[in-house]
């Protein structure tokens, strides 16, 4: 039987950026999308290990298998913290990238480079249908750069620029980035408990 790991997400980049970080696992892991009937868990707690939460336990409950879920925020200093939680529709409902972008950049007008600190964080939470939860964090520092550069990446990624290298997360192939993102260090951060979900089974037995 085909052991599988629920991706809850129905963001293509996304599912291809978790596959990429978790090689090698006794699994393979499916989009939320790819089960007829699925649809995305409502965004609505007030912080990012809420949302984690929900997705994964509603992903796990409809497909009766573990499933993984993570929220990712970018936290601005000079905006008080914002968009974070509120990152994906910061324009809006149904806000695009280009949308969420520009509205950071012009919410930051003025801001000189030394003012625009900035974090991406991750909360990752893997359930199963039972409700049994792990949750784990990670993040990322850098700053916001004066205009998007780079064609790798989504999102934020064209402004998030890794503090010390002068790049920003869309100027990194995706190898050298899922080596250090703030959703590489919360999703290795799970890898000895999802080594455990499915245990090697001795010779012959």
Known sequence: MEKVLVVATFNPHKAAEIRAILPGLPCVLKPLADFPGAVPAEEDGG??????IKKALAAARFTGLWA???????????LGGAPGVFSARFAGENSTPAANNAKLLAGLAGVPPAGRSARFACVVALASPAGKLLVSRGA?????????????????????EIIGSGKTLAELSEAVKNGFSHRALALR??????GKLWPARAPGK
Not at 68 to 78: F, I, K, N, Q
Not at 189 to 194: C, D, I, N, T, Y
């Open 189 to 194: 951060s799970l890898l000895p408990e999802l």
């Open 140 to 160: 990322l520092e850098g700053r916001i750069a004066g205009a998007p550069r780079g064609n790798n990446g989504f999102g934020y990624d064209p402004l998030f």
């Open 68 to 78: 993984l879920a993570d929220d990712t925020g970018l936290e601005v200093d000079a």
């Open 47 to 52: 912080t990012l290990e809420a949302n984690a």
